[in-house]
């Protein structure tokens, strides 16, 4: 992997559960219109005074600060698979992983987008589904902005570069 010590470990719930939120999270202009949105909400909850607004906000809320995680939580519990340690190796021919389960490499070209947070990286094979790297795989930050690097170069041909 390009001078790379082979990265790997454990996805953890907490890994998953960022990734959620990482995959869920808009592009930039929809982050703008949201805000807008919520305002508006406000505004409208503190002149109105409506129980109906102020029940479906809360509600919102809750969705968002308590579903969702309940929701990833129990995903990650069923999904044996991703609890299991795997390495990571990026070849020529493309994203490889190997664990105990067996190894598989992803082409570079099946590629279409990758998102970025401080904690961790997804590589996008289609719109909804993805592959987590967790950045505490790698024993530096540097080491994991250099695996970020590689990889954006080796998908530099994909259409929907998305970071967040």
């Known amino acids: 992997m390009e001078g790379f010590v082979k990265p790997g470990g454990v996805i953890s719930e907490s890994d998953y559960t960022s ?5 869920m999270r808009p592009r930039r202009p929809f982050v703008v ?3 807008i949105i919520v305002l508006l909400l406000v505004v409208a909850i ?5 129980w109906l607004l102020f029940s479906v906000s809360v509600g919102l809320i809750g969705w968002y600060y308590l579903y969702i995680p309940w929701c990833s939580k129990r995903s990650y519990r069923q999904y044996k698979a991703i609890s299991r340690p795997f390495e990571i190796e990026l070849t020529e021919d493309g994203y490889k992983t190997t664990g105990e389960n067996g190894e598989g490499t992803i082409p570079w070209g099946d590629f279409i987008k990758f998102r ?3 904690d961790v990286f997804l590589l996008y094979p289609s719109d909804n589904m993805f592959y ?3 950045q505490h795989f790698f024993d530096s930050r540097e080491t994991f902005e250099g695996f970020v690097v590689v ?4 998908t530099a041909h994909a259409a929907l570069q998305v970071s967040a």
């Open 19 to 23: 990734a959620q939120y990482l995959h």
């Open 33 to 35: 219109l949201g805000a």
């Open 46 to 50: 503190v002149l109105s005074r409506s």
């Open 116 to 118: 970025q947070s401080d």
């Open 132 to 134: 987590v790297v967790p």
């Open 151 to 154: 990889v954006k170069r080796r």
